[in-house]
């Protein structure tokens, strides 16, 4: 159902309609019914609104709760409901494109479906590829599943680093970390299940770092020489030309892109234990 995310599906009226509800949804559930407060808005808003023509950008955070997206995009002044600025999203299969109406629905959400398990080639990634090929804004989530528990930063998967090697032009990574969704739409609420909508009275926080950039061509002559003895189970992963990368270059690339972004991450995750500390402190000096 690739021709349901197509701009030009139907003059472009559902995926309208879509975005803006969702958007919509998002706005009162983080702004109105719950409590966000952002760390370093601005330079995410640059990046959607105004960075250079061609630039893809690509965001990545930590996976709290199913509903991280779209409540990520619902805080004060972001422009939720634009169709045209909304990002595209990988999003999993099993949950969001089980039957033909949330596949739809999904599509015209600007959601692409990743099979979790099937890899970095498979299908649908090299639709993610072609988002970033057209310059558009592609968020992933690239520890591979949802951890609601404010543990570090899990060993990111390898599909957000294929994503940015493969890519025309390399996109700008923005790193992203939050928390509150996992309390706002906990996995276990009711008989062990989720709550049918969210919750309210929760904080949300979320920190936004500065954009990573990358030196693919140079990157990748590092990988391939620092790669030639390395042992591993291969996967036949096909090879990526421009740069001479056999699948040995790709697994050292990969690796040490993952690593880079995982420690930008867990960085602003850091700053935000930080900051519980800090206002712990200023209480009890205040109550001393």
């Known amino acids: 159902m690739q021709w349901a995310g197509m701009e030009r599906h139907l003059g472009g009226i559902p995926r309208k309609i879509v975005i803006s509800a969702v958007g919509a949804f998002a706005k009162a559930a983080a702004t109105l019914l719950n409590k966000t407060t952002v760390h370093n808005a601005d330079t995410l808003l640059r990046l959607v609104r105004s960075r250079p023509s061609g630039t893809p950008l690509l965001t990545v955070s930590n996976h709290m709760s199913t509903l991280d997206d779209p409540l990520l995009w619902g805080f004060k002044g972001f422009p939720t409901m634009d169709a045209k600025l909304a990002r595209w999203v990988l999003a999993a299969e099993d949950i969001c494109f089980k039957n033909p109406v949330y596949s739809y629905f999904f599509r015209l959400g600007k959601c692409i479906p990743i099979t979790r398990g099937s890899g970095i080639y498979q299908q649908h990634m090299d639709e993610a590829v072609q988002c970033l090929n057209n310059g558009a804004w592609l968020h992933t989530f690239p520890e591979g599943k949802v951890c609601p528990e404010d543990a570090p930063i899990r060993r990111l998967k390898w599909g957000t680093a294929s994503l940015i090697v493969r890519a025309q032009v390399t996109p700008v990574v923005l790193p992203m970390v939050h928390s509150g969704f996992q309390e706002v739409m906990p996995e276990k609420y009711l008989f062990g299940k989720r709550p049918p909508v969210p919750l309210c009275n929760k904080k949300i926080k979320i920190f936004i770092g500065e954009p990573l950039e990358f030196d693919i061509p140079k990157m990748s002559q590092l990988a391939i020489s620092k790669s030639r003895d390395l042992a591993f189970t291969s996967r036949e992963w096909p090879v990526i030309s421009?740069?001479?990368?056999?699948?040995?270059?790709?697994?050292?690339?990969?690796?040490?892109?993952?690593?880079?972004?995982?420690?930008?991450?867990?960085?602003?995750?850091?700053?935000?234990?930080?900051g519980k500390q800090w206002w712990w402190r200023l209480i009890h000096n205040d109550n001393s």
């Open 242 to 274: 421009r740069y001479g990368l056999d699948e040995a270059a790709q697994r050292y690339l990969y690796s040490n892109i993952s690593e880079q972004i995982q420690t930008a991450m867990e960085g602003l995750r850091s700053l935000r234990l930080l």
